[in-house]
Structure formats: structure tokens, C-alpha cells
């Protein structure tokens, strides 16, 4: 298996344009997960899914994120409009419910 | 709410010497443990996915280690090699939110020298 997949690797865009992250989890993974990695606050949860259902959101910063999961091989976070302090590395990662988790290998947002 | 707490922040050892990473965690209704490792710029590589009943996991030169009545993990790393040099994350379930939602530490940046 290709493991977790995302794109972009690295993004760099200007404040007030919307970004949008893509991931592909492990075949037969029925658990999605979004993180968010910064030097202050560490690794943060924003949401994750189980068969394609948002369960937890609740890390969520604000309206100006929003994920989506359309099917079991897709996954969305989109950030509209995003602001400086949206820079961070996106992580992806994925489970098939025993709990261990398998992380992408991130995207690294830069917004100027 | 689960906190998990690393200890040290940082370690730095010649190579060939043995090491105890530590990891506590404050909710002890879980029933299993995960470590990760994480590369400079690189996503989070699991490294030992330990069950409650299990008590103890290896892999290789690791050995990781899950205490619930006390709250504590430690990662054992035997005869550490210059490639162990990384960050490595504990992370435990939040019970009161679901056992899918990990908590991490801030974990332990690990230097072994050559």
C-alpha cells in the first residue's frame, strides 16, 4: 500500500485566498483524521470522519475552515479566506478502528 | 480531559547507549497507547501500537511499555544508533470524547551523537 496520500506538499498563497488540502487515506481505512502542527500549540485535531461521516469537529478554529469526505478514498480541508496565522503543517492520517493511526506526510502552508 | 505530558523535552546521548523515553497521561480509561516518530519536516511514522491487556510491545531495538494504574508509558530504545536522532510522540485516547481522538505529548527531541 502507498500509504497516506497528500497533496499539495507545500503550498505558499497570499491572505485572503481560499487553499485547499487533499488526501487520499489507506485502502480499507474506515477512520480520516485532520491535523493541524505548529510550533506553539503542537499537533491539534480539527475533525475526523468514520465512513465518510464528520463525527468531531469540534477542532475546527473557525467558519473559515471546512472538510469534507465525498467518499471512502477522499478527503478535503478547505480554508477560505486564509489568514497568516493559517500557517502550519496540515497532516492527514488515517485508521482502520483499532486505533492506530497512520499520518501522511503533510503539507506545509505558508500564507503571506 | 486527557493531557499527556513527555519527559524530557530533550535528550542528547552518545551512541551505542540504551535510553528510556517517558510518557504519562492523566485519563487511564484507555486500552491502548500509541508512539510515533516524527523526522525534521517529515509526517509522523507509528512506531508501537500498545494494548492495554498487552502490557508490553517490541519492535526490534524498541521496546514500549503501558502502565494504566500509574498513567505511564516509556519507549525503551536499545544500543541507540545516530538514525534514531528524531522526535518521538506518545499519544493516548481521550476517553471522554471518544476513543478515535488521540491526545499528544509535545514529545522528546532526540539527539544520539556518533
Known amino acids: 500500500d502507498a500509504g497516506v496520500i497528500q497533496s499539495p506538499r507545500h503550498e505558499v498563497t497570499e491572505m485572503g485566498q481560499e487553499v485547499t488540502l487533499r488526501c487520499k487515506p489507506i485502502s480499507g481505512h474506515d477512520y480520516l483524521f485532520w491535523y493541524r502542527q505548529t510550533m506553539m500549540r503542537g499537533l491539534e485535531l480539527l475533525i475526523y470522519f468514520n465512513n465518510n461521516v464528520p463525527i468531531d469537529d469540534s477542532g475546527m478554529p473557525e467558519d473559515r475552515f471546512s472538510a469534507k469526505m465525498p467518499n471512502a478514498s477522499f478527503s478535503t480541508l478547505k480554508i477560505q479566506p486564509s489568514e497568516p496565522r493559517d500557517s502550519a503543517v496540515y497532516f492527514c492520517a488515517s485508521s482502520s478502528g483499532n486505533n492506530e493511526q497512520f499520518f501522511g506526510p503533510g503539507t506545509r502552508l505558508t500564507v503571506l | ?114
Not at chain 2, 484507555?30 to 519492535?59: C, M
Open chain 2, 1 to 114: 480531559k486527557q493531557e499527556v505530558t513527555q519527559i524530557p523535552a530533550a535528550l542528547s546521548v552518545p551512541e551505542g547507549e540504551n535510553l528510556v523515553l517517558n510518557c504519562s497521561f492523566t485519563d487511564s480509561a484507555i486500552y491502548n497507547l500509541q508512539w510515533f516518530r516524527q523526522d525534521p519536516g517529515k509526517g509522523l511514522t507509528s512506531l508501537l501500537l500498545i494494548q492495554s491487556s498487552q502490557r508490553e510491545q517490541t519492535s526490534g531495538r524498541l521496546n514500549a511499555s503501558l502502565d494504566k494504574s500509574s498513567g505511564r508509558s516509556t519507549l525503551y530504545i536499545a544500543a541507540s544508533q545516530p538514525g534514531d536522532s528524531a522526535t518521538y510522540l506518545c499519544a493516548a485516547p481521550d476517553p471522554n470524547t471518544g476513543f478515535q481522538k488521540l491526545v499528544f505529548g509535545t514529545g522528546t527531541r532526540l539527539l544520539v551523537s556518533p
